[in-house]
């Protein structure tokens, strides 16, 4: 649909060089017209694919981002934008698109990584919630995707973070579809957590490294959100994640946390980055973004910039180390089998869910 709209903006005139602005925050459409314009000035290693459509029935697109082979190619995932609010995630994720092509496009590593992987990333993947949140100030904080709960219940939204099949159901969720983390249904009753699921899972395989982007709380979560579970590679993901956050300190000085959810947060289950763990993809982190809480999911637009510029130099850590580690052959590929199941503990109550 997007390449459709695209010729048809060509064959109008209507594409032009016309410069982004990556310091301001952008609602859903002109988030659009810039992946027709990155897919336009990039025709060489972007394309642009339909993953699946939101509840209202909206496009939800991904980028893969990579150059061609004849063969199919490891591959990293980002996402951004499942929780409506969290604005900044977008942001990072339309910076983060600018970069790679950048850095591509002056060779180097970036050309040699992109050569050996493609990335995929969803710039926001809760369409509906996205709109909701930019409608006025009342729906500014919206969170949730935009489904009606279900018979009896006048609430909206589903938080499609607990959505996923990773031990659904069990904590920091509610069964009360007025809840801010409302879990929905069942796993994948959501139209949004289906399409991820669907997508990533047919070619597993091939995904080496899963990153979901939020914001706030300057985190970087390695799986599981439930207590009793833990990763197989638990030390290798927190040595990752502890580099990254290293790297990411030296830019603008800003503290980066990181550990399991229970450990650092509050626990949870359904969440995309447990999902994708299980699911056998040998990496799987969240990053929260800036701040820790002054201006919380609402981010002043003069710390976009910096926040971006802290948290590539994160997830670039990550892609390196997956680079050099898992597709160049410098190491093995840690194999999932056996979790280590801990007594339970008991769960943490908070007020702000992220
Ligand atoms: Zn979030």
Redesign the pocket.
């Known amino acids: 649909m997007l390449a459709a709209i695209l010729l048809l903006q060509i064959a109008a005139g209507l594409v032009e060089s016309a410069s982004h602005d990556y310091n301001i925050y952008h609602p859903m459409n002109e988030i659009e017209d810039w992946m027709n314009q990155i897919l336009f000035d990039n025709p060489d290693i972007v394309s642009i694919e339909r993953i699946g459509r939101t509840y209202e029935k909206k496009d939800i697109n991904l980028f893969k981002i990579g150059e061609r082979s004849g063969v199919m190619k490891k591959a990293i995932w980002m996402d951004c934008g499942?929780?409506a609010r969290?604005w900044i995630s977008p942001a990072f994720c339309q910076y983060f698109v600018k970069q790679i092509l950048q850095e591509y496009r002056n060779g180097g590593e970036m050309a040699e990584i992109m050569r050996k992987l493609d990335f995929y990333v969803t710039p926001v993947l809760n369409v509906d919630g996205y709109r909701y949140s930019w409608v006025d100030n009342t729906t500014r904080l919206w969170r949730k995707s935009r489904s009606p709960g279900p018979p009896g219940c006048t609430c909206y939204g589903t938080d499609l973070?607990r959505n996923f099949n990773a031990t659904w159901g069990t904590f920091g969720i509610s069964t009360n579809c007025c809840s801010e983390v409302y879990c929905g249904t069942g796993p994948l009753s959501e139209s949004e957590a289906a399409a991820v699921t669907r997508y990533v899972e047919q070619r597993k395989e091939d995904f080496l490294c899963f990153l979901t982007i939020?914001?706030y709380g300057q985190l970087i979560l390695v799986p599981y959100g439930n207590p009793n579970f833990t990763a197989p590679n638990y030390d290798e993901m927190m040595e990752v994640g502890l580099g990254a956050a290293e790297k990411m300190k030296k830019v603008h000085g800003m503290s980066y946390e990181v550990g399991t959810s229970p450990d650092i947060l509050y626990p949870n289950s359904g969440s995309s980055r447990d999902w994708a763990r299980l699911t056998g993809i040998p990496l799987s982190f969240t990053i929260?973004l800036r701040d820790n809480g002054t201006y919380g999911f609402e981010l002043p637009q003069d710390q976009i910039q910096p926040t971006c510029e802290e948290a590539y130099s994160g997830v670039k850590h990550i892609v390196n180390y997956v680079h050099h580690k898992k597709v160049s052959g410098a190491g093995t590929m840690a194999t999932a089998s056996l979790w280590a199941v801990l007594l339970a503990s008991c769960i943490t109550t908070t007020t702000i869910t992220?």
């Open positions: 499942i929780h969290e973070n939020h914001s929260e992220l």
